[in-house]
């Protein structure tokens, strides 16, 4: 994307001559777009046309990676606590398809819209550098910085999105060997919120989450949460739900 919003200011410099009033600040009385920016902006747009088949791959590998370390600690969690071990059982349990599904598709449509949402704000940018008249190294500056802004967000949303696949993975895997309560466990640091510390150590059912900021939510469900659930072990329906899983 930033090579792409480069290209596109490149593109442009030729055309961007700039009238000076008498004192050096720069004024424009010209056509409202920039001369050539929409041949600019689709050339951009076509470095990802394949977007959709890129997100698709990233999304199903960020899933399954996901996957496998919640299966992975919750077998050891399990093997340690009481002496079963499920792995095989809860890696074979097809219920968490749903949950799986519905990540990869939300995640599919985040990453998609990133360029479209970059590419949007580089456009209007330059229509707005190029009404106010201001000189071509000014806008280069600005679109410099709409990379630092997209660059942080796709962040977030990385960060986010892992707490949030671990969290909807936990619960599925969780409750299908039987497990209805958890632990509420922050990431004890100088950032974990107020209202996610107040909750630390205490236990909850699955079916009944805390209210935490005014709404119902589970670790790991609001945004940049990286709370986890901690199973909380009932020997006889682990293996309740394990029989279930072996079933199912």
């Not at 010209?30 to 990233?58: C, K, M, Y």
């Not at 600005?142 to 802004?149: F, R």
Request: hydrophobic share 45%.
């Amino acid at each position: 994307m930033r090579q792409a919003g480069a290209d596109v200011v490149n593109g442009l410099r030729g055309a961007w001559t700039v009238v000076f009033d008498g004192v050096g600040d720069s004024i424009r009385v010209a056509d409202e777009t920039a001369p050539g920016l929409s041949s600019l902006l689709q050339r951009a747009a076509a470095r990802f046309g394949n977007i959709g088949a890129v997100a698709r791959r990233l999304a199903n590998q960020a899933a399954q990676a996901n996957l496998g370390e919640v299966d992975a600690r919750l077998a050891a969690a399990i093997r340690q606590s009481v002496g079963v071990d499920l792995l095989k059982t809860i890696r074979a349990d097809n219920r968490i398809e749903p949950a799986l599904h519905s990540a990869v598709r939300a995640n599919v449509d985040l990453i998609t819209s990133i360029p479209a949402q970059y590419l949007e704000r580089l456009e209007a940018e330059i229509t707005a550098s190029w009404q106010a008249g201001l000189l071509w190294e000014s806008l280069a500056e600005k679109v410099q910085h709409i990379g630092d802004v997209t660059e942080s967000r796709a962040r977030l949303i990385a960060r986010d999105q892992t707490s949030k696949l671990n969290a909807a993975f936990s619960e599925v895997r969780q409750r299908s060997v039987g497990i209805e309560r958890y632990i509420w466990s922050t990431a004890h640091d100088e950032r974990v919120r107020k209202s996610h510390a107040d909750l630390n150590g205490h236990t909850f059912r699955w079916d009944q989450p805390p209210v935490v900021d005014g709404e119902a939510a589970k670790p790991g469900t609001p945004i940049n949460c990286r709370c986890v659930p901690l199973p909380v072990f009932d020997l006889d329906e682990i293996h309740a739900g394990g029989q279930e899983a072996q079933a199912a």
